[in-house]
């Protein structure tokens, strides 16, 4: 029996991941943790039987701790519970489900501590990914990803030599505003919550709207698959069917298909390298029938070219670009601030980054609070 610890079990995927837990008789959870959604952890940690928990809002971890406290499970509070708990142990892997930079500390933490990592935290990657592949390799911890476009990868090139691999190609839904409205300035926070094929969290549907979650996956592969950002491309695949492919360097395309449902990633990540029956459907080509793909607007949608030139221009500037858009994310949906405003707030951080380099927590801390800082002035304007 595998014993697992999930980070932000109260989102998207850690909602999801408990469901394939449920099911499958070879997992079982012994710690989880949230950020200030204490009552749905509560309710989590008595059906899953999990040991320990943590609420990285230390407020909310105060408001809740009672409830912990009559079902005997201790509970942890703050960011530093976090870790805590991951250092406390007792488990054998960990789903690392936070949203956004919060992730990149607990990850560097779980692979510290030599565990197995089920990442879906791109953030990470993002922000730290030179750092958080170093610390695995010192650690030889093999990171299971758990983003359905880098376990297609992960998956196409299992059992491949990597000097076989010539280019990775990520495939992109294109999001709610593929063909229409033309002009983005105007779209709502509603709007943009309403994805076409997937059902995810508000920050990471959001940057699916923009492309910046394109944006990050492209790093994301770039750091997990060591492959250079001109090795990784980005296609629209409107039915999200096809995963995401590689190319060989003998011109095979290998392809991983199936349908677009959370579940099947993540229990990959959970059973790998073993599969399990999943509760997701199967997929029927007939029923979908075509499969149709386009090239990127990169003049609607910025934010993914942003990307690309941050990952360029090295040290922090991805973590500073990371920062920018989690801030302009944040306004948006509060509806301080326009859709277009999001790639405007990414574009003038990264034109006034004072880049560190990137070699450890505190100095990409520093990078990206700055970045933060720039951030909210430059919102402050588009506000006003
Ligand atoms: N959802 C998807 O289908 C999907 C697909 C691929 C990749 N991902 C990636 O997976 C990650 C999670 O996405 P999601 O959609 O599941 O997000 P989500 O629904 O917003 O859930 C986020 C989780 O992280 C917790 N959290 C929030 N802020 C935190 C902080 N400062 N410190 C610690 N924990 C914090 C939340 O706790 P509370 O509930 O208490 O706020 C919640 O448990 C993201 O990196 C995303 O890009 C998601």
Not at 132 to 152: K, L, Q, W, Y
Not at 198 to 205: E, I, L, N, R, Y
Not at 267 to 275: G, V
Not at 344 to 362: D, M, Y
Request: hydrophobic share 45%.
């Amino acid at each position: 029996m595998k014993s697992i610890a999930i980070l932000g079990s109260t989102g998207s995927i850690g909602t999801q991941a408990i469901d394939v837990v449920s099911r499958l008789d070879s997992v079982s959870v012994a710690a989880l943790t949230a950020h200030s959604n204490g009552e749905l952890l509560a309710r989590q940690v008595r059906a899953t039987g999990a040991r320990r928990a943590a609420l990285s809002d230390g407020e909310a971890a105060s408001r809740h701790a009672s409830a912990f406290k009559d079902m005997g499970v201790r509970l942890f509070a703050g960011p530093e519970g976090v870790l805590e708990v991951i250092r406390g142990g007792g488990f054998d892997q960990v789903l690392n489900s936070i949203v956004g930079f919060a992730g990149l500390a607990p990850t560097l933490e779980i692979l510290e501590c030599g565990m197995g990592l089920a990442l879906a935290n791109k953030e990470s990657l993002v922000a730290g990914g030179k750092l958080v592949m170093e610390t695995a390799r010192r650690n030889g911890v093999e990171m299971i990803p758990v983003d359905s476009e880098h376990s297609a990868i992960f998956q196409c090139l299992t059992g491949e030599e990597r000097a076989g691999l010539a280019r990775i190609i990520l495939t992109a839904s294109g999001g709610p505003f593929r063909e229409a409205p033309r002009d983005l300035s105007s779209v709502t926070a509603q709007d943009a919550l309403a994805h076409p094929t997937w059902s995810m969290g508000p920050k990471v549907t959001i940057d699916s709207a923009t492309l910046m979650n394109k944006g990050l996956e492209v790093l994301e592969a770039h750091h997990l698959f060591s492959v250079e950002l001109d090795e990784v491309d980005v296609i629209i695949h409107p039915q999200s069917i096809i995963h995401s492919m590689v190319e060989m360097v003998d011109g095979s395309v290998l392809a991983h298909l199936g349908v677009p449902d959370m579940r099947i990633p993540i229990q990959y990540a959970l059973t790998y390298p073993a599969r399990a029956r999943c509760p997701a459907r199967f997929l029927s080509l007939a029923e979908v029938g075509t499969l149709t793909f386009d090239e990127v607007d990169a003049k609607r949608f910025p934010c993914l070219g942003l990307a690309y030139e941050a990952g360029r221009m090295g040290k922090t500037y991805a973590a500073a670009m990371n920062a920018a858009n989690e801030e302009a994310v944040t306004a948006f949906l509060a509806g301080r601030m326009g859709f277009t405003g999001i790639a405007e707030v990414v574009e003038e951080v990264l034109e006034t980054h004072e880049p560190l380099p990137a070699s450890g927590l505190e100095e990409i801390t520093e990078a990206e609070s700055n970045a933060r800082a720039r951030a909210r002035e430059s919102i402050g304007r588009l506000e006003a």
